[in-house]
């Protein structure tokens, strides 16, 4: 699935769930707080999607930007004993995205089960990349909450 895919897809997404959001084109960005920047949006704000191999099976991961990953935490939710990131290689051939592009939405965008952290829901708005690096979306968390079908679990680290 190419960028514009991915991007089509998470568009009729959010539109047949009758969700508002808003679009921002930038240049492309590599790191969470490039994106920020480049969206004019707080780090916090932001949702980072990181797919991961949990034992043998791979998930999607959405984190707040601004935090960093829990890996105990996050193998005791995935009832995993090993995780690790996926690959470049395997992210590509799962979902046909490069890194720093993967929407935070599983099904019927990625078909990967999803896991949200906890935090996410701590502000009003959230922001991501949407299918590739020069494409991001701002949208209300509730409706991220209502809409997403995630597993609703803590992944990142504490302050």
Not at 48 to 54: D, N, Q, S, T
Not at 125 to 146: E, H, K, P, Q, V
Request: aromatic share 6%.
């Amino acid at each position: 699935m190419n960028d514009t895919r991915v991007l089509d897809a998470v568009r009729e997404f959010l539109n047949s769930a009758g969700v508002t959001f808003r679009e921002k084109q930038h240049q492309p960005t590599f790191t969470s707080a490039e994106s920020a920047e480049a969206r004019g949006e707080s780090l916090s704000i932001g949702a980072k999607a990181l797919v991961v191999k949990a034992d043998e099976r791979f998930c999607l991961l959405v984190l707040p930007a601004d935090r960093k990953l829990d890996s105990r935490a996050a193998r005791r939710n995935l009832n995993a004993k090993k995780i690790r990131f996926a690959s470049a290689d395997e992210l590509r051939e799962l979902t046909g995205l490069a890194p720093g592009s993967v929407p935070p939405f599983g099904p019927p965008v990625l078909a990967l089960p999803l896991y949200a952290d906890t935090l996410i829901c701590r502000n009003e708005l959230m922001a991501f990349n949407a299918g590739s690096l020069t494409d991001s979306i701002i949208m209300a968390t509730a409706d991220y909450r209502r809409i997403a079908s995630a597993t609703w679990v803590d992944l990142a680290e504490a302050d």
